[in-house]
């Protein structure tokens, strides 16, 4: 069965400062992992999506990692604006009836103080 | 922004009554999946719609049922509501049998009192 889990939970820093969050997961046989971000009340918005195959991906300020054998993914924020504050979610797909569904962890709130 | 769409944003409703949420899936998708958010949680699979049937389901009851319509759109009912069926409904478009990305709508906000 694959767990996904987020740390921290909470997370408040000020502007500027360059940040990681941290995603594991229990079963290493993923296909890709998805990083989202999420406004109060909002949709899930696709920030990243890395394969198996790959280590890393970049957009912009985000960077992501991914290491299958250790079960980790983390996502690498540079110089955070408060215009970052949501939470970010990490989700792997899991095999079902021919499709997918995806397996979320709880999130990391973000907070960034200007 | 994603072409998927979710009506309505914000119902209230009480226990016992029923609701249904309907979700609009991006242009060339053809699978709609459900997932239910609760307050500070991850979004927790429901279940998904292909080709106008249900193809695998999450860990929820009988009373949580969908449809899915030739033009890939695709509505939640939800019977019998109980307090504890308050959340975020989320739905996500996809291609059927590609584990690419994941479009999601807004989500419909439904409070049961």
């Known amino acids: 069965k694959q767990e996904v889990t987020q740390i921290p939970a909470a997370l408040s820093v000020p502007e500027g400062e360059n940040l990681v969050l941290n995603c594991s997961f229990t079963d290493s046989a993923i296909y890709n992992l998805q990083w989202f971000r999420q406004d109060p009340g909002k949709g899930l918005t696709s920030l990243l999506l890395i394969q198996s195959s790959q280590r890393e991906q970049t957009s912009g300020r985000l960077n992501a990692s991914l290491d299958k054998s250790s079960g980790r993914s983390t996502l690498y924020i540079a110089a955070s604006q408060p215009g970052d504050s949501a939470t970010y979610l990490c989700?792997?797909?899991?095999?079902?009836?021919?499709?997918?569904?995806?397996?979320f962890g709880t999130g990391t709130r973000l907070k960034v103080l200007a | 922004e994603t072409g998927v769409t979710q009506s309505p944003t914000h119902l209230i409703k009480t226990r016992g009554q029923q609701v249904t949420l309907r979700c609009s899936s991006q242009?060339?998708?053809?699978?709609v999946s459900w997932y239910q958010q609760a307050l500070g949680q991850g979004p927790q699979f429901i279940f998904q719609?292909?080709?106008?049937?249900?193809?695998g389901r999450g860990n929820f009851p009988p009373r949580f049922s969908g449809l899915q319509f030739p033009n890939y759109s695709s509505e939640l009912n939800v019977n019998a509501l109980e307090l504890d069926d308050s959340a975020l409904y989320l739905c996500a478009s996809s291609s059927f049998g590609k584990v690419g990305e994941l479009f999601f709508g807004e989500g419909s906000r439904l409070t049961v009192l």
């Open positions: 242009s060339g998708h053809n699978t």
């Open positions: 989700a792997v797909p899991r095999r079902i009836s021919g499709t997918y569904k995806y397996i």
């Open positions: 719609y292909y080709r106008e049937e249900e193809n």
